[in-house]
């Protein structure tokens, strides 16, 4: 647990975390935003992962006018890899809104949890995405080739049908893994995606909408445009018309759940980080956090302002303080009283 006043650097010591898992972390910040100023010399992140009683050396680096860079074991590889390494999961009080806000933030937290399952996932997406660059490069420059377009949207309906599949087997892991006797409100999930279905489907849907999509200048259709439906299931209320406090409560479920499913199917649990995770919890609510995944055997690092937040925790949790009075910030080891 970190705990230590706003500003100190519990954040930035969560988004470090998260970069040992694909994509561009907790903040979404691009490797170059992430370097120090005025400095500007770089950032490296070192750590060792235990999966399984395998240990993993990790090195994550970026310089400035350079990509991120990732060497495992020594050896250079692609971000995926961080994929089938290990699961990680968070929650940071910008997600607060995930009900509400536009359908990309719930795509993200979607593709996020199919990770854990499906660590070839990323791939797919990055593979379909690239290829729907360039279909809308060429639709915003009335690229006529039909066997151009061809070309790309066969490898988009590859990827996309194996996106959509990755999807749709993840929630039906999740909704086998749901506790009804958790206090966090359980949630029904749907797959919003009205594009076709299939490989075949898809790319021909893509083919006989090259002008509509032309006159957009972008692809309409696709696993891109999906959401994620949520329906409170006690009361079969929309999440995005709970309480702030209950849709946080729904998507606290949400991390339990996968957790419990990846212990069943895998037995390793993923990593959680969860940023001023119990400022909004009541009492009984944060109690059942901390057993939860105590009792799940998950690793999480979460933060918040002071370490009665962390009561409940007892001799179960490290806890450390962050402080930043006196420059960089650091870190001391801590109890709970």
Partial sequence: MLFGDNGAGKTNLLEAISLLSPGRGLRRAAAEDLIGQPAALGWKIEATLDRGGTLHEIETEARPGSPRSLRINGKTAPQSAL?????????????????????????????????????????????????????????????????????????????????????????????????????????????LDDSADGEFALAEAWAEGRRRDMAAGRTLIGPHRADLGAIWTARGMPAAQCSTGEQKAMLIALILAHARALMQDTGLPPIVLLDEIAAHLDETRRAALYDAICALGAQAVMTGTGPDLFTHFGPRAQVFCVNAANGPSTLTESRLT
């Fill in 83 to 191: 994929g089938r390494l290990s699961a990680m999961l968070w929650l940071t009080p910008a997600m607060d809104r995930l009900w509400i806000e536009a359908a990309e933030g719930r795509r993200r937290f979607l593709d996020r949890l199919v990770l854990g399952f499906h660590p070839d996932h990323a791939e797919a997406v990055l593979g379909y995405e690239k290829a729907m660059r360039e279909r809308n490069r060429l639709l915003r420059e009335e690229v006529r080739d039909a066997a151009w377009y061809g070309a790309l949207e066969t490898r988009m309906a590859q990827f996309g049908a194996q996106i959509t599949t990755n999807r749709a087997a993840t929630l039906a892991r999740l909704a086998g893994a749901t506790d009804p006797d958790s206090p966090f409100p359980q949630a029904d999930l749907t797959l």
